[in-house]
T-cell receptor, first 115, second 115 residues
Framework: DTGVSQDPRHKITKRGQNVTFRCDPISEHNRLYWYRQTLGQGPEFLTYFQNEAQLEKSRLLSDRFSAERPKGSFSTLEIQRTEQGDSAMYLC?????????????FGNGTRLTVT | AQSVAQPEDQVNVAEGNPLTVKCTYSVSGNPYLFWYVQYPNRGLQFLLKYITGDNLVKGSYGFEAEFNKSQTSFHLKKPSALVSDSALYFCAVRDGGGSNYKLTFGKGTLLTVNP
């Protein structure tokens, strides 16, 4: 078990630029989640996949955000035309698909700073 | 809708004393409840979960939690706190009767254990 891996750990970008983050889940996990966490807040759900299917997307997520998991393994989260309000820690997690009682295993996150 | 409340932003205890971090939840079906811990600049680590069965569940690092259905609570406890327990603690819930598998997190409680 090598854990959930996220890349990069830190990203600084200028407002208006596009950014893409990558997440490699634990290999046997078929559910993959993206969360966003800002200072002083708990993780906020963004979206999740079961295998390659995106099953739910938060209504809070603007159209500038898109996520993919093309082969049911790694996933990417892209933010287009970044805004300062996008500055946050972006967390990826994975779990087994076992009726929902399997805990999520989190990566160490990608910290995005938009200047 | 599912939600979690952690009524205390901060909890301070002396090393060796018992600690309690409070959590209340709201779901329409059966609750699946989880506790996670987060250290600075890291992702969340799973501590324990309640799905069904015994109301007292034991987890990692000597932590335990008590499920109380009538009070809709799931408080985290430890009989004797260590300085190394100082961290941010998150309670999370999902509706066990639903078909969505996202976890909803509380805002977190910062635990400080003083030597």
């Amino acid at each position: 078990d090598t854990g959930v891996s996220q890349d990069p750990r830190h990203k600084i970008t200028k407002r208006g630029q596009n950014v893409t983050f990558r997440c490699d889940p634990i290999s046997e996990h078929n559910r993959l989640y993206w969360y966003r966490q800002t200072l002083g807040q708990g993780p906020e759900f963004l979206t999740y996949f079961q295998n390659e299917a995106q099953l739910e997307k938060s209504r809070l997520l603007s159209d500038r955000f898109s996520a993919e998991r093309p082969k049911g393994s790694f996933s990417t989260l892209e933010i287009q035309r970044t805004e300062q309000g996008d500055s946050a820690m972006y967390l990826c997690a994975s779990s087994l698909a076992s009726g929902g009682n399997s805990p999520l295993h989190f990566g160490n996150g990608t910290r995005l700073t938009v200047t | 809708a599912q939600s979690v409340a952690q009524p205390e932003d901060q909890v301070n205890v002396a090393e060796g004393n018992p600690l309690t971090v409070k959590c209340t939840y709201s779901v329409s079906g059966n609750p699946y409840l989880f506790w996670y811990v987060q250290y600075p600049n890291r992702g969340l680590q799973f501590l324990l979960k309640y799905i069904t069965g015994d109301n007292l569940v034991k987890g990692s690092y000597g932590f335990e939690a008590e499920f109380n259905k009538s009070q809709t609570s799931f408080h985290l406890k430890k009989p004797s706190a260590l300085v190394s327990d100082s961290a941010l603690y998150f309670c999370a819930v999902r509706d066990g009767g639903g078909s969505n598998y996202k976890l909803t997190f509380g805002k977190g409680t910062l635990l400080t254990v003083n030597p």
